[in-house]
């Protein structure tokens, strides 16, 4: 596995060459990426909006979304954020084309104070917002 990263706009793009889901594997290469790539930058205190897409999956790999998830949120701990916690938006994807590659991009973000398709989803199943909350 190798890491490549980069400034994106506001964001940083992480490219992981090869897929696991072992933390420490991603943890080595961000931590050579972050040191070659992007010298200077520190973890921040904002709230971060993340999407990961991982390329050339094909049925019968076990390579599960939320592992490849957790595994990629844990190494940028200290390099892009203080904590995962700080992760308010998440988006993992399945791509079927290219070679083997996850490709993390993180945005800073401001928190939702309200999300209208969890309110469309509430009123579908005919479900109420909770009390207080206007919609």
Do not use: H
Not at 20 to 34: D, G
Not at 61 to 72: F, I, T
Not at 125 to 131: D, E, S
């Amino acid at each position: 596995m190798r890491a490549r990263a980069a400034s994106a706009g506001a964001g940083v793009l992480v490219a992981f060459e090869g897929a696991t889901t072992q933390t420490k594997a991603f943890r080595t290469e961000a931590l050579k990426a972050f040191r070659r790539d992007l010298k200077g930058l520190g973890p921040s205190y904002a709230s971060f909006e993340v999407s990961i897409w991982i390329e050339g999956y094909r049925r019968g790999r076990r390579l599960d979304a939320d592992n490849v998830a957790k595994a990629c949120l844990d190494a940028l701990v200290g390099l892009l954020w203080r904590d995962d916690r700080q992760v308010t938006r998440l988006l993992v994807e399945k791509l079927t084309g290219g070679g083997e590659r996850i490709v993390l991009l993180a945005r800073p973000t401001e928190l939702a104070e309200r999300a209208a398709a969890l309110d469309e989803a509430l009123a579908a199943a005919g479900m109420a917002p909770p009390p207080g909350v206007v919609p």
